[in-house]
């Protein structure tokens, strides 16, 4: 669902997911591999399976992903489905076409069709206010009347991942900012409107999935929600062995615990094949095999950038439900999906009239946009009896660019030296009499196997770029969790006294959604895993992340000796559990 609540946000920050993937990399082809169960319908469509055949298991490889699901097609259904990997490791079993996939937000697509359907039908207004349909949603808005549209296309000023009914009932999701101008990815608002779905219709949202799409598309083999009753057909699901600290991109995998969901913003679980079918209607604008599901007038409402969108990458758009971005001149429907074990992608190439879907079973921080992207861009070759494309490089994380750049002395204020040696691709740090070996995470994050550097990343800081400019600035210091060493000697005369030791710690919460986060204090100032800054708001209220007007924020109660108890953020509770390191 792209979760990016308070302990989320700090796991997909560890796993790089905040880094933007462009829509083209050019570079070198990748090794050949051989897939697994595979599928593949026409004649010239074999050139594109020959293109992922050689793609995809060296991306896997790179990327540390167990098993990989694929699925390609035009807008009459033409196409290939290929299954790669392990849908479990420890059996050694295969991933198959059969095998369902969670989609994550790739599902709010299908209740934008839905919602469209509805507006079609003379039941909704997306320009009327969202109270008048939901009169029992416990929002504030002191910023402006929020719409439909403003929910369909993040642009609410409500928080992102705010639990809508909170526990305590007196409790009201609160707006931000003004509504229209601005994109805030919400899953909060895409459930809302699953629970509007729920009461336009008299029946469950899933009920209504599979009687609007599934069923006049042949959607056969998907489910609406995820229960225990399809966890035979679902592949096994990986995540990081250890959720609590940064992950190195081959670190070791452990099955990721099951969950159970009915949410409209993200609980749709697939096939490649019936994924293509999915897309070919999108494709055809709407036109299903044996009837229209939106008409052409709902599809371009759809399709329309009505918002910047710049979490999707920086020349991206949202519409309804799919961000519309641009490629090579044509225009890109697209959308990812974040689970708790899946990471999902799906990209439609309205003017050439392509579309694939690709998802892992492991939830890494990052999604196969390379593949969704490379099999669109060789069925358009094909077609166009083009040579097909050079496939995209696959970014080696693990390797350290101008690794010069970072060695030098750094100081800490109490006088510690962290002294910073290159060591061929990598970094080492003379620290503590040790010498402690890092492993590139990404950029400027690197990671220690030591336990006693192993929870938090070393963050190489630097001056912000000149005006005009997108070259970074020169390294300026050394962060690692409530530790810093800079270039120029500190004073500690200087530094800022503790203010929040009531708050620094860790919480935490059972949900496998939501985990736990380790919270330091540095220079003054409260850090999300010592990346994420806390803004203090009021008396233990801070708002997350250093936007001005970000609707998520985090409050603190129940202080004992001196030490907040709980934490709450987006309406969930997280409490403090102690450790043997901060």
Known sequence: MEALSLNRRAFLLRAGAFASTPLFVPGARA????????????????????????????????????????GWTDSKGRGGTRCYGHANVERQQPVTAEMLFQ?????????????????????????????????????????????????????????????????????????SYKPGGRFHYSNSCFSAMGKLVEVLEGRTYGESVQTRILDPLGMTATSPRLTELIRART???????????????????????????DSSAGSIASTPDDMRKYMAMLLSRGQGPQKRLLKEESFALMAHPHVRAEEFGPTASYGYGIAVDTLEGHTILRHTGGMVSFMSAMHLDIDGGYGAFASINAQLGYRPNPVAQLAIQCMRAEAEVKPLPRSPEVADVEKVKD?????????????????VTAKGDGLILHLDQQQVVTECLGGDRFLSSLPEYSTYAFV?????????????????????????FSRAKLESANIKPPRFAAYAGMYSNDSPWLGSFRLVERKGQLWVEGEVPLIEMGEGLFRLGDEPDSAEVVAFYHLVDGKAQLAKSGGSDFWRITTETV
């Not at 699901?237 to 081959?250: G, I, Q, V």
């Not at 690794?403 to 002294?419: H, K, L, M, N, Q």
Request: hydrophobic share 35%; glycine share 10%.
């Open 103 to 175: 989609i994550g937000s790739i599902s709010k697509s299908f209740l934008a069709v839905i919602l469209l359907q509805l507006r079609e039908e003379g039941r909704l207004d997306f320009d009327r206010p969202a109270l008048e349909y939901m009169p029992w949603l416990p929002i504030e808005t002191p910023f402006g009347t929020v719409t439909l549209h403003h929910m369909l296309t993040h642009t609410s000023g409500l928080p992102g991942d705010a639990n809508m009914f909170p526990s305590n009932p007196t409790e009201r999701v609160r707006q």
């Open 31 to 70: 090794l050949a591999g051989d897939p697994r169960g595979a599928a593949v319908e026409g004649g010239r469509a074999n050139s594109t399976a020959a293109a992922m055949d050689q793609f995809v298991p060296a991306y896997m490889k790179a990327m540390n992903a167990p098993g990989l699901t694929l």
């Open 460 to 484: 190489f800081r630097r001056e912000e770029a000149k005006a005009g400019t997108t070259t970074p600035g020169p390294i300026t210091e050394i962060v690692h969790g409530g530790r810093w």
């Open 403 to 419: 690794a010069p750049e970072f060695e030098g002395t750094y100081v800490a204020a109490d006088g510690s030296i962290c002294r």
């Open 235 to 261: 592949a096994e699901s990986y995540t990081p062995e250890l959720r609590d600290r940064p992950f190195p991109r081959h670190g070791k995998l452990a099955s990721a615990p099951k969950i159970v969901s």
